[in-house]
């Protein structure tokens, strides 16, 4: 007997099925990329992450072979972004949706509000007794990561979930941080948007991400009738697709291109 929502009462099975790798993303399709994890390997800190040096060429070369309907999605803010990839005319959204910006604009649209000062400084007021963690504050989101004090991990998610309840704000919980955002943004109503725009409207949108807080963006490509790709270990999710991590992301980004990994 086959067990799943069409059978509500056979348990979920405890190991995932496993999910095939994806389609290579040609004439049709819209192309949307989260960065820590799927473009670039997972660092130390948020700004020890190492750019392949032919990714942003890559980037902007799939762009072009799509037409324009590519955009990376992440939860970094497009500050962040532009740093690490310099100049590249492709859209982004940063700050888990937060922040939205159409390729070769110049100004980004606010999809949110900052979150307050207050809670801020009470990130950073945890973030000092647990030991000197890093807070990293974005235009509209805020982050204390523990990569560096993996012990501190349920002491950080308490107190992110109190300040959450308290202040009425979202947490996305993804490697190794805790994120406060204020609601009604997330990665998924970003994609959302962007399919909304006459460039990307009618296509088949694929969403590639590593991390939970990717789960949102999943479930919007699924309701457009196309398909998250699970980059990493095997997990429960909402992709449908799955590719190894980050070398193997690039390679599949490189044969849409018809070309050997850059
Ligand atoms: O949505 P993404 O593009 O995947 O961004 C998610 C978060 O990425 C960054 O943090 C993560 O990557 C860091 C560098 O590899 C790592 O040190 C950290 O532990 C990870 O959580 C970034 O700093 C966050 O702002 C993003 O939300």
Redesign the pocket.
């Known amino acids: 007997m086959k067990a799943g929502p069409e059978h509500p009462l056979v348990p979920a099975p405890l190991v995932p099925a496993p999910l095939a790798p994806p389609p290579l993303p040609g004439a049709g399709d819209a192309l949307f990329l989260?960065?820590?994890?799927?473009?670039?390997?997972?660092?130390?800190?948020?700004d020890?992450?190492r750019v392949a040096p032919g990714l942003p060429a890559l980037i902007e070369s799939l762009r072009i072979r799509l037409e324009g309907r590519l955009a990376?999605?992440?939860?970094?803010?497009l500050a962040?972004?532009d740093r690490a990839l310099g100049p590249i005319a492709v859209a982004m959204a940063g700050s888990?949706g937060g922040e939205f910006r159409e390729a070769g604009a110049r100004a980004a649209i606010a999809l949110a509000e900052p979150v307050p000062t207050a809670v801020v400084a009470r990130l950073h007021a945890v973030a000092a007794a647990l030991g000197g963690l890093l807070v990293?504050q974005?235009p509209f989101?805020a982050?204390i990561?523990y990569?560096d004090r993996p012990e501190a991990e349920s002491a950080v998610l308490a107190a992110a979930r109190e300040l959450a309840r308290a202040e009425g704000l979202a947490l996305?919980h993804?490697?190794?941080?805790a994120?406060l955002i204020m609601p009604g943004s997330d990665?998924g109503s970003a994609v959302a948007r962007y399919m909304a725009l006459p460039g990307f409207a009618g296509a088949r949108p694929l969403f590639a991400?590593?991390?939970t807080?990717?789960e949102d963006a999943f479930a919007a490509v699924a309701r457009l009738a196309g398909g998250g790709i699970l980059v990493g270990p095997m997990r429960h999710t909402a992709a449908r697709w799955r590719l190894d991590g980050v070398r193997e992301t690039h390679a599949w980004l490189a044969a849409a291109l018809g070309e050997e990994p850059r």
């Not at 960065?35 to 390997?41: A, K, N, R, S, Y």
């Not at 990376?72 to 803010?77: A, D, K, M, P």
């Not at 993804?174 to 941080?177: E, L, N, P, S």
Request: no cysteine; net charge negative; hydrophobic share 35%.
């Open positions: 989260d960065f820590d994890g799927t473009l670039v390997e997972i660092a130390a800190h948020p020890a992450v990376i999605v992440s939860g970094r803010s962040s972004l888990h990293e974005k989101s982050a990561h990569r996305k993804g490697k190794m941080v994120e990665k991400g590593d991390d807080t990717d």
